[in-house]
């Protein structure tokens, strides 16, 4: 509930709204704000009031990294994290960030650090069309590469399918989308 009305969550395919790695991008410099534009790419339709995004934000510092911060465009920054890296380590984490009324969102970082933010879906008024209803079901997991039934590890720069409806979850059989948390494990950097 958004503003004080209902809301629905729409999912996207994964996909790159912001890599400051790329040109003409550059790093986010100390206490820096940058606007993030997000409609009419990724999927994200231009015609539908959207209220928050659902992002993962990833943060590659060039050293330590006090907070990287994500809120509406235009209003005053929040005294508020989206993620923190004080031993200056790559970190991502997974984010709802309400969107400003034209759509943006800023984005602001206390030390240098490039950013990358992928989106996964938006929350918008029910009645634009394709909502998905979220149903929370207790922490179960679905998938576990380190036992035999679903490993063996993944190896580097490939792809595997995992079947999440044969897993002990309580999932329904008519879900179009999941909610999930990842943890990589990796024996060497990753």
Known sequence: NFNGGPSSFYPLPPCRVMDTRN???????????????????CGVPNFAIKLAYSLNIT?????????????????PRPLVSTLNSPTGTVVANAAIAAASDIGDLDI?????THVVIDINGYFAFIGNGGPQSFHPIAPCRAVDTRVPENGP??????????QLQTSTCPLSKNATAYALNVTALPPAPL
């Open 59 to 75: 943060a590659i510092p060039s050293g330590p990294l006090g907070y990287v911060a994500v809120w509406p465009a235009g209003l």
């Open 153 to 162: 590890i993944l190896a580097g720069g490939t792809a595997r399918n995992f």
């Open 108 to 112: 602001f970082s206390t030390n240098q």
């Open 23 to 41: 040109s003409p991008e550059s790093p986010l410099s100390p206490h820096e704000t940058r606007r993030v534009s997000i409609r009419g790419s």
